[in-house]
């Protein structure tokens, strides 16, 4: 039925194009509606060279609210950062130039406080251990579904917050 789908609008950075796409309504879990409105309080970046994922996780968090925007390249995301400071960084670890752990390298020192998340279809042991020395929160194996993502953003959102419920009780 038409009333099941929201016309949604999809900021894609390339070419700065916008494409009007459909998405289907979600049912929510009460843990999903308390994700989305801590996320909608924060900027997500995207990197990542498959645009079939880039669009699907656009619609997906636009859906929800959410200020995420995409790139293809870590070289383009680099730009960005300069601009303005992002909350959460989901980066794939094969991308065309700079790959993933070099882009998170780079990004540690001037943003360490962002929560770092690393998606590969190359999942091996090593690249793990790179990414994890290189300050990621989590790391995500290809293929994955929207709820994996979800997860993993509870999982470091949780995490930060129980961090700084310590530092804000002192401070009170």
């Known amino acids: 039925m038409i009333d099941e789908w929201h016309a949604l609008c999809c900021h894609k950075v390339m070419a700065d194009k916008r494409v009007w796409l459909l998405n ?3 049912n929510k879990s009460r843990s999903k509606m308390d994700l989305f409105s801590k996320l909608r ?3 997500i970046l995207l990197i990542d060279d498959d645009e079939w994922i880039r669009d699907s996780l656009c619609l997906f968090f636009e859906g929800e609210g959410c200020h995420l925007l995409a790139f293809e390249t870590a ?7 300069k601009r303005q400071p992002y909350d959460i960084i989901i980066t ?3 991308l065309p130039g700079i790959d993933g752990l070099e882009f998170l390298k780079r990004i540690q020192k001037p943003f360490p406080d962002a929560m770092k998340i690393l998606i590969s279809a190359y999942g091996s042991d090593e690249v793990v251990a790179e990414a994890i020395k290189n300050g990621i929160h989590d790391f995500i194996e290809k293929p ?16 930060r917050e129980s961090k700084l419920a310590p530092k804000k009780r002192w401070l009170k």
């Open 41 to 43: 309080e924060m900027k």
């Open 92 to 94: 794939d670890y094969k």
């Open 144 to 159: 994955f579904k929207t709820e994996t993502i979800e997860k993993a953003l509870i999982r470091i959102i949780e995490k």
């Open 75 to 81: 070289e383009e995301a680099m730009e960005e950062l």
């Open 24 to 26: 289907p309504c979600l």
